[in-house]
């Protein structure tokens, strides 16, 4: 999609620290971390949010998000420690980016509820 940050970053046309890549999946750290590890792990296919997964993307997509923050989970060593996987959706879930994103946040002791 021409006008999405997320987009262009799976494309390569905007520069971000990428940590993570297969054929479907790109994950790259969120350039306003609010933890030691903020990641943003993203289908490289628009999909606005997970409100908009079709029947088959569940299937096939989610496992290949899951493989990944699997991965970064031990890379980032928070295995052990424990770590909070967010997919903020819609306006009130507090999305501003719209394409499908799942933040791997850890390195600090979470607070619940979130604001
Ligand atoms: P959300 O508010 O859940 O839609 O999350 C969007 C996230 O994208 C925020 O945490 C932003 O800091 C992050 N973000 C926005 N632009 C970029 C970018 N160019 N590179 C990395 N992260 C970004």
Redesign the pocket.
């Known amino acids: 999609m021409d006008d999405c940050?997320?987009c262009?970053?799976a494309q390569k046309e905007?520069s971000?620290?990428v940590v993570y890549e297969t054929k479907d999946v790109i994950a790259?750290?969120?350039?306003?971390?609010?933890a030691p590890t903020?990641i943003?792990v993203i289908p490289k296919e628009h999909i606005q949010s997970l409100s908009q997964l079709g029947q088959s993307e569940r299937s096939n997509l989610l496992p290949k998000i899951y493989d990944a923050i699997d991965e970064l989970v031990k890379k980032e060593s928070l295995d052990d420690k424990g770590y909070r996987v967010?997919?903020?959706t819609g306006k009130e879930?507090?999305?501003?980016?719209?394409h499908l994103?799942f933040?791997l946040l850890g390195g600090r002791s979470m607070q619940w509820p979130p604001g």
């Open positions: 940050i997320f262009k970053i905007l971000s620290e790259f750290r969120d350039v306003a971390p609010v903020h943003l967010v997919s903020n879930g507090g999305q501003t980016v719209n994103h933040h």
